[in-house]
């Protein structure tokens, strides 16, 4: 019964290079809980602007139904033209078209939010804003840069492993032997031949693993540091249309929409007329949404970049 025992410490450098595997595989769990976190708040937003662009478009669909009508019957009174009767059966086409996409597109967004939060949505906001976290000051060591530094050590030490594999490892244990009724035992001490083993497979291989390591650290740190500039970037820029857009939009846009049809209806306006007015009020709606979406995945972003606490449900 014999224990190899390393004379030039293999062991103590296998010991460390495994620390540290294990240490890099805790941090990137650690990192892919934020980043699932951060894709579980995107899904949100997207699902809340998505159930937004479908709202309006059903009360466009509905507005342009009911302008159709006033043409209808304006035609069959005697006091409309076909023109326009034709220009809102067309328009209502387009807009039955832009609600049955955004149906599709409803149906899609809720479908990407159940499959990581594990659940079917039920109600959501109607400010994709709130999908964003709240401002933190709280900063941690990116776990990602945690696991690249913890599997470049790991790398490093396998390499002093393969190193020190150069010379065998000495065997120390004890010995029997019986015979005839009579027995004998001792301590035994072996060593494998040759003596030297250049182990340059090993090591060739080591090193190898420790460039890479090396190699994906520094990536990993590039584009920590970029990430956090650019979305820092990007969420200043973003923040600048809260302080132009309306906290609500329908506020702005339902009035608006009133007072087209009323004005078509009574006749002092056009369809033409009534119809740019309505699609210019149609992209407003959809602006502000979308406008508002762009800030919560800024922050978003923001947080992942800094790793906070606040992304985290």
């Known amino acids: 019964m014999v224990q190899p025992v390393s004379a030039t410490g293999e062991g103590l450098s296998a010991a460390r290079s495994a620390r540290a595997g294990l240490e890099s595989a805790g941090a990137s769990a650690e990192r892919d809980r934020?980043?699932?976190?951060?894709?579980a708040r995107r899904a949100y937003a997207r699902a809340v602007v998505a159930r937004e662009q479908l709202r309006f478009a059903e009360e466009d669909r509905n507005?342009?139904?009911?302008?159709?009508?006033?043409?209808?019957?304006?035609?069959?009174?005697?006091?409309?033209?076909?023109?326009?009767?034709?220009?809102?059966?067309?328009?209502?086409?387009?807009?039955?078209?832009?609600?049955?996409?955004?149906?599709?597109?409803?149906s899609?967004?809720?479908?990407?939010?159940?499959?990581?939060?594990?659940?079917a949505p039920g109600d959501l906001a109607r400010d994709p804003l709130l999908a964003g976290p709240a401002e933190s000051g709280d900063e941690r060591p990116r776990s990602d840069l945690v696991a690249a530094e913890a599997a470049a050590r790991s790398a490093r030490a396998a390499l002093a492993r393969e190193r020190a594999a150069v010379l065998p490892a000495i065997g120390v244990g004890a010995f029997y032997e019986g015979d005839s009724g009579s027995a004998i035992f001792g301590p035994a001490l072996t060593v494998e031949?040759?003596?030297?083993?250049?182990?340059?497979?090993?090591?060739?291989?080591?090193?190898g693993n420790l460039g890479l390591a090396e190699a994906q650290q520094a990536s990993t740190a590039a584009r920590a540091a970029t990430e956090e500039a650019r979305a820092a970037e990007r969420l200043r820029v973003a923040e600048e249309s809260l302080t132009t857009l309306s906290p609500d939009i329908a506020v702005e846009a339902r009035p608006a929409l009133r007072a087209i049809e009323a004005l078509f209806t009574s006749g002092?306006?056009?369809?033409?007329?009534?119809?740019?007015?309505?699609?210019?009020?149609?992209?407003?709606?959809?602006a502000w949404v979308d406008a508002r979406a762009a800030v919560a995945v800024a922050r978003i972003d923001v947080a992942l970049s800094r790793q906070s606490e606040t992304l985290l449900p």
């Open 108 to 119: 899609a967004a809720d479908a990407d939010l159940a499959a990581l939060i594990g659940t």
């Open 268 to 286: 002092e306006v056009n369809l033409s007329d009534t119809l740019l007015l309505r699609s210019r009020v149609v992209e407003g709606q959809r």
């Open 193 to 207: 031949v040759p003596l030297w083993n250049r182990n340059q497979s090993g090591v060739g291989a080591a090193r």
């Open 63 to 106: 507005l342009l139904a009911r302008l159709r009508g006033v043409a209808e019957a304006r035609v069959a009174a005697g006091e409309g033209v076909d023109l326009d009767l034709r220009l809102a059966r067309l328009e209502e086409a387009r807009a039955m078209a832009a609600w049955l996409d955004a149906h599709a597109e409803a």
């Open 34 to 39: 934020f980043e699932t976190a951060a894709a």
